[in-house]
C-alpha cells in the first residue's frame, strides 16, 4: 500500500461521505502581516488592535478572507487536489470572529455529484465548515469544483445536483460582529466618512485602483493556506496543460478585488456572508486587476442599531480600468471579466 496519496478523483466521491480534514492551523500575527504585504487591505478594524477594541472588539479580528482561505486550503487535499477549476460559493457564513492564536479546523460533506458529457470529469458540490479550538463553527459555506476522473469508464453510481439559495437573508446575518460602539467609531482614522445611509441601491463605484499580480506572489499567498491544488504550483506538468502556465487560485482575485474596494466602501469593514460568486475567466501573472462595485440591496439588521448591511455585487477584471462598469458583452460576459462576486458587507449606522 502506498504511503502517498494522490487526492481523490471524482469516482472517489459518494453523496453523504463526511471528511475529516487535515491540519489544524493556529493563525498568528505573522500570517495577518503576510496577508496584508499580499493584498494591502486597509480595512481599520482588522488593521488596528486600538481601534477594533475602542468600539467593542476584544482585539482586531482577523480578516474575513483570510479566514475563509484557511478553511478553504484544508479541503484541498482531499476534495479539489485533482480540480481542474473552482466553479463557484454558494450560502456562506461568518458566524464567530477569529483572532490570533486561534486554531482552525475543517471537516466536508459531499451534498452532489455531477459528471460532466465528456467523461473525463465532474462537478464536486460540498459543504464545507471551519471550527476554532472550542469546537464553535466560524465559517460555512458550500462550494463546486470541477475534479478530473481517474478513469474515464468508472460509473458514478449516484447523482444530484443540490439546490442552494441565491442569496441570504439581512435577518441571517450579523453573528460574527459584536455590538459595535459607533460613538467611538473615528470615521477620519478609518478613511472616508460614508455610513449605511451614505448608500443607495442602485449605486455602482469605480475602485479606481489596480494592482499587478506577481507570479511569486500568487504561489506564496496559496501556500500560506497551505492549499496544495497541482494547478497553482505545478510549472513542469501545467506547461504542458490547456494553458501552458500556472493558474491563480481564484480567493487570491476575491481578496484583491476586496482590498481595492476600500476606495470607495472604507467603512464596510466586515463581510458577513458570500452569496455567491463565480470565477468567470482565469487569471495569471503579470496581470492587472481592477475592480468596481454596485449595491445591490440596503438593509437594516433586525435588533440592531450598530450596523446595517450593504449587499455588494463586486466585479474584477484583468488589464482594464472600471470606469466605464465593465459586465457584459453580447450574451455574456466582457472579455475583461474575471470575478462576479455577491457578498454582505456591514457598515456602521
Given at each position: 500500500?502506498?504511503?502517498?496519496?494522490?487526492?481523490?478523483?471524482?469516482?472517489?466521491?459518494?453523496?453523504?461521505?463526511?471528511?475529516?480534514?487535515?491540519?489544524?492551523?493556529?493563525?498568528?500575527?505573522?500570517?495577518?502581516?503576510?496577508?496584508?504585504?499580499?493584498?494591502?487591505?486597509?480595512?481599520?478594524?482588522?488593521?488596528?488592535?486600538?481601534?477594533?477594541?475602542?468600539?467593542?472588539?476584544?482585539?482586531?479580528?482577523?480578516?474575513?478572507?483570510?479566514?475563509?482561505h484557511i478553511v478553504f486550503g484544508k479541503t484541498v487535499p482531499d476534495i479539489?487536489?485533482?480540480?481542474?477549476?473552482?466553479?463557484?460559493?454558494?450560502?456562506?457564513?461568518?458566524?464567530?470572529?477569529?483572532?490570533?492564536?486561534?486554531?482552525?479546523?475543517?471537516?466536508?460533506?459531499?451534498?452532489?455529484?455531477?459528471?460532466?458529457?465528456?467523461?473525463?470529469?465532474?462537478?464536486?458540490?460540498?459543504?464545507?465548515?471551519?471550527?476554532?479550538?472550542?469546537?464553535?463553527?466560524?465559517?460555512?459555506?458550500?462550494?463546486?469544483?470541477?475534479?478530473?476522473?481517474?478513469?474515464?469508464?468508472?460509473?458514478?453510481?449516484?447523482?444530484?445536483?443540490?439546490?442552494?439559495?441565491?442569496?441570504?437573508?439581512?435577518?441571517?446575518?450579523?453573528?460574527?460582529?459584536?455590538?459595535?460602539?459607533?460613538?467611538?467609531?473615528?470615521?477620519?482614522?478609518?478613511?472616508?466618512?460614508?455610513?449605511?445611509?451614505?448608500?443607495?441601491?442602485?449605486?455602482?463605484?469605480?475602485?479606481?485602483?489596480?494592482?499587478?499580480?506577481?507570479?511569486?506572489?500568487?504561489?506564496?499567498?496559496t501556500r500560506l493556506y497551505q492549499n496544495t491544488a497541482k494547478v497553482h504550483?505545478?510549472?513542469?506538468?501545467?506547461?504542458?496543460?490547456?494553458?501552458?502556465?500556472?493558474?491563480?487560485?481564484?480567493?487570491?482575485?476575491?481578496?484583491?478585488?476586496?482590498?481595492?474596494?476600500?476606495?470607495?466602501?472604507?467603512?464596510?469593514?466586515?463581510?458577513?456572508?458570500?452569496?455567491?460568486?463565480?470565477?468567470?475567466?482565469?487569471?495569471?501573472?503579470?496581470?492587472?486587476?481592477?475592480?468596481?462595485?454596485?449595491?445591490?440591496?440596503?438593509?437594516?439588521?433586525?435588533?440592531?442599531?450598530?450596523?446595517?448591511?450593504?449587499?455588494?455585487?463586486?466585479?474584477?477584471?484583468?488589464?482594464?480600468?472600471?470606469?466605464?462598469?465593465?459586465?457584459?458583452?453580447?450574451?455574456?460576459?466582457?472579455?475583461?471579466?474575471?470575478?462576479?462576486?455577491?457578498?454582505?458587507?456591514?457598515?456602521?449606522?
Amino acid at each position: 500500500m502506498s504511503k502517498t496519496n494522490p487526492g481523490n478523483f471524482f469516482e472517489d466521491f459518494r453523496i453523504g461521505q463526511t471528511i475529516r480534514h487535515a491540519t489544524p492551523r493556529t493563525v498568528t500575527v505573522g500570517d495577518v502581516a503576510l496577508y496584508t504585504a499580499l493584498y494591502g487591505p486597509r480595512f481599520a478594524v482588522q488593521s488596528s488592535d486600538a481601534f477594533a477594541h475602542a468600539i467593542g472588539y476584544p482585539r482586531s479580528p482577523v480578516d474575513d478572507l483570510l479566514v475563509f482561505h484557511i478553511v478553504f486550503g484544508k479541503t484541498v487535499p482531499d476534495i479539489s487536489l485533482n480540480a481542474v477549476a473552482n466553479l463557484g460559493y454558494a450560502a456562506c457564513r461568518f458566524l464567530a470572529p477569529v483572532y490570533p492564536g486561534d486554531s482552525l479546523s475543517a471537516q466536508s460533506e459531499i451534498i452532489g455529484l455531477k459528471e460532466n458529457s465528456n467523461k473525463q470529469t465532474g462537478v464536486v458540490y460540498v459543504r464545507s465548515q471551519g471550527f476554532n479550538q472550542h469546537g464553535d463553527c466560524v465559517l460555512d459555506y458550500v462550494r463546486w469544483v470541477m475534479v478530473r476522473k481517474r478513469d474515464v469508464n468508472a460509473v458514478i453510481a449516484q447523482e444530484h445536483v443540490p439546490a442552494v439559495p441565491k442569496a441570504l437573508l439581512a435577518d441571517q446575518l450579523g453573528d460574527a460582529c459584536p455590538a459595535i460602539s459607533v460613538a467611538h467609531y473615528d470615521f477620519a482614522l478609518a478613511g472616508a466618512p460614508q455610513r449605511f445611509g451614505d448608500y443607495q441601491k442602485g449605486e455602482r463605484i469605480d475602485h479606481v485602483d489596480g494592482m499587478t499580480v506577481e507570479e511569486a506572489e500568487h504561489m506564496m499567498a496559496t501556500r500560506l493556506y497551505q492549499n496544495t491544488a497541482k494547478v497553482h504550483f505545478n510549472q513542469f506538468t501545467e506547461g504542458k496543460g490547456r494553458f501552458g502556465r500556472r493558474l491563480i487560485y481564484g480567493g487570491h482575485v476575491i481578496s484583491l478585488a476586496r482590498a481595492l474596494s476600500f476606495n470607495g466602501l472604507a467603512n464596510a469593514f466586515h463581510i458577513a456572508a458570500i452569496n455567491g460568486g463565480r470565477h468567470v475567466a482565469p487569471l495569471f501573472a503579470g496581470l492587472t486587476v481592477h475592480a468596481w462595485s454596485e449595491v445591490l440591496d440596503v438593509a437594516p439588521l433586525p435588533g440592531r442599531d450598530d450596523v446595517g448591511a450593504l449587499r455588494l455585487r463586486t466585479i474584477a477584471t484583468k488589464d482594464k480600468p472600471c470606469a466605464s462598469f465593465p459586465l457584459t458583452e453580447g450574451e455574456g460576459y466582457d472579455a475583461s471579466v474575471i470575478l462576479d462576486l455577491d457578498y454582505w458587507a456591514l457598515i456602521p449606522r
